[in-house]
């Protein structure tokens, strides 16, 4: 039972989330503001990490199954895809180096503010 309310309260947030796409009209994602607003709570304490742990390591455990629909939808569309193939690989290598380059220096930023010293 403790997995079914751990599950909807993330569920709860996200639902949130999408009520805040529909009234506010920036172009950012329903699920970006559900995990803003659940980050926002588990650092007010509004909410504890042990409400909802279990769940949340369970859906990380399972979040590459979640992908196989994605990729066998690619599969089913190849056709269409593969006559851009170079360009969809071109434009994941440029993002993926880009978002590495970004991640580490704002890693190296936040290191070096918080003055190297490491969160015991």
Request: hydrophobic share 55%; proline share 4%; aromatic share 10%.
């Amino acid at each position: 039972m403790g997995y079914v309310k751990e599950f909807c309260i993330i569920l709860l947030f996200s639902f949130v989330g999408e009520i805040l796409n529909h009234v506010i009209p920036l172009p950012v994602p329903a699920s970006i503001y559900g995990i803003v607003l659940l980050f926002t709570a588990l650092e007010t304490k509004i909410i504890k990490l042990k409400d909802i742990e279990k769940t949340g390591q369970f859906l990380i455990d399972i979040m590459p199954i979640m992908f196989i629909p994605a990729a066998v939808g690619l599969l089913e569309s190849w056709d269409i895809v593969k006559s851009s193939a170079l360009e969809f690989l071109i434009v994941m290598a440029v993002s993926t180096i880009f978002v590495m380059a970004v991640a580490g220096l704002v890693t190296q930023l936040i290191i070096r503010k918080s003055g190297g010293r490491k969160n015991d």
